[in-house]
Each structure stands twice: as C-alpha cells, then as structure tokens.
C-alpha cells in the first residue's frame, strides 16, 4: 500500500467550478500535511499547508483534514484555465521528519 | 519570501564527468533536500540533512553523494555521471516546529547526461 495516494488523473472540470483534489495516508501518526501545485517543467510551489482537523482557507482554495479518516482535500473555487496544474499531496509522518508525497493529480480547468 | 536557489537551471554533463549542483537558502532553514523527478515515477528523495555536516540517504542514494559545509548551503555531487541520472533535479529546504513545518522548493536544474 502506498503511503501516500492520489487520483493521478486527469481531472477535468470546466471553468467557474469546484475542483475537489483528494489525497489519504496511511500513517495514522502524521502531523503535517501540505498540498504543492506544479506546473509543467516547473517546480513545486507551496500552496497550502495544514496542521489540525477540520477547514483551513486561504483565498480559492480550502484544504480540509480529517486525521480519523486519514484523508486531506483540495477545493479549489471558481476555478481558472491558470489552475490547470499537477497537485501533490505530501505528509509528514513525524515532526521534522521527511516529507512523503503522492504521485500528484492532474487538473485541467476547461475555458 | 523564502527564497531557494539553484546554481543551474539547465545543464548538459557527458557520462562520467562529476557533476556537483548546488543550492542555497536564505531562511537559516535547518533541513535541506535534494529530490529527483522522473515522469511517471513522481518525486524520489535522493539525501537530506538536518542540520550542517549532517546528512541522510534518502530513497534513492546510489551514484550520488552530499555535503553541507555551511547551513545556507547544500550540495549534491553525482561522483561519474551517467545516462539513467538525466533528470530534474529539485532543491528544498524546510523550517520545523509543532504547527508551522513548510517545505520550500527551489526552481530545479534540468540534468541532461549524454
């Protein structure tokens, strides 16, 4: 079982729509949890981090954490042809510790 | 901003040559990791380090070695270069603490081995 898994893809959804980006693990123990958008030929780039249950928001885009369940999501809200990207999930079994990442899910918001 | 850089965005080696990538922030960041990325196996952590002179393999060490002399500054050196290192190569760097651990990447240096 991987320890880390996301739906590799692609997700389509049109222009204006939420984007639901869903990411489970399976260290029950982990800590930190962060979602990356990359595009093509470029590098990770942080865009949400989260440490507790429940919703954290930041503009568009809401992650949710449910550590009983051990799964960590992505809303992504009026989404734009700008956010068609690769997402990855990372985790982080222990403070300090490496990070463990998905293989990523790829979005693709149609105008 | 946290700023990672990388010494190269884009590098062409011949096989066998040493190749050493380097990569610094500017965060006093203690943790530090070089990654490589390949399509379709996702990103595979090559060495890390915790604090200066310190380093763990990762995953992936075979065929390369590390070296953190100074905390801003970490080093990933392939010892003979070969065709099967042609890859992107991605830098980060990591703050840690209970509730504020984020991981910063740096642009990447695309490796071509020939």
């Known amino acids: 079982q991987k320890e880390v898994e996301q739906n590799s893809g692609p997700l389509s959804v049109p222009e204006g729509a939420i984007a639901s980006l869903n990411c489970t693990y399976s260290?029950?123990?982990?800590?930190?949890f962060f979602w990356y958008r990359q595009y093509s030929g470029k590098s990770p780039e942080l865009i949400m981090s989260?440490?507790?249950?429940g919703d954290k928001e930041d503009g568009r885009f809401t992650a949710q954490l449910n550590k009983a369940s051990q799964y960590v999501s992505l809303l992504i809200r009026d989404s734009q042809p700008s956010d068609s990207a690769t997402y990855l999930c990372?985790?982080?079994?222990?403070?300090?510790?490496?990070?463990?990442f998905g293989q990523g899910t790829e979005l693709s918001v149609k105008p | 901003d946290v700023k990672v850089t990388q010494s190269s965005r884009y590098l062409v080696k011949r096989t066998g040559e040493k190749v050493f990538l380097e990569c610094v922030q500017d965060?006093?960041?203690?943790?530090m990791f070089w990654y490589r990325q390949d399509p379709g196996l996702g990103l595979r952590l090559i060495y890390f380090?915790?604090?200066?002179?310190?380093?763990e393999k990762g995953d992936i060490p075979e065929g390369y070695s590390v070296s953190r002399e100074k905390k801003e500054r970490f080093s990933l050196i392939l010892e003979s270069a070969s065709t099967n290192q042609t890859s992107m190569y991605l830098c980060?760097?990591?703050?840690?603490?209970?509730?504020?651990?984020?991981?910063?990447f740096g642009p990447g240096t695309r490796l071509l081995v020939l």
């Open positions: 965060m006093d960041h203690e943790n």
């Open positions: 990372a985790v982080a079994p222990n403070q300090g510790g490496k990070l463990i």
């Open positions: 380090s915790y604090d200066v002179k310190m380093k």
């Open positions: 980060a760097s990591r703050t840690t603490g209970a509730g504020r651990e984020t991981q910063y």
């Open positions: 989260i440490y507790s249950n």
């Open positions: 260290d029950r123990g982990s800590q930190s």
